[in-house]
């Protein structure tokens, strides 16, 4: 399973982007599917995750009511669909996933992911 993001580009303060992750390789199916984050100069940040199912959710307290994951199998897409873009949520977003079929619920953890794409970069100009 590869991962690869889009959807990430140069947003003004308020604005929204949505950003995509497709799977080739292989299926979505049976995969938890996480976001995490790293902005300039910081550490790593899990932003949400959805289970294999997309019938659980999480997100980290800094994006909850701002940002929603989801997915569409059918696709092979999981996205995250990000509304009222703040300078602090500039950062290289990357998508993760692991095989999780056994598990209803997802973590915020990066060592939980054993598949990570590239990433995409996302800025938020003030």
């Known amino acids: 399973l590869q991962l690869v993001e889009s959807g990430g580009g140069l947003v003004q303060s308020g604005g929204s982007l949505r950003l995509s992750c497709e799977a080739s390789g292989d299926t979505f199916d049976n995969h938890a599917i996480g976001w995490f984050r790293q902005a300039p100069g910081k550490g790593l940040e899990a932003v949400s995750c959805i289970n294999f199912l997309g019938t659980y959710t999480m997100y980290a307290d800094s994006v909850k009511g701002q940002f929603t994951i989801s997915r569409d199998d059918a696709k092979n897409t999981v996205y995250l669909e990000m509304n009222k873009l703040k300078a602090e949520d500039t950062a290289v977003y990357y998508c993760?996933?692991?095989?999780?079929?056994?598990?209803?619920?997802?973590?915020?953890?990066?060592?939980?992911?054993?598949?990570w794409g590239q990433g995409t970069q996302v800025t938020v100009s003030s």
């Open positions: 993760v996933a692991d095989w999780r079929p056994d598990t209803m619920s997802c973590k915020m953890t990066k060592g939980w992911y054993a598949v």
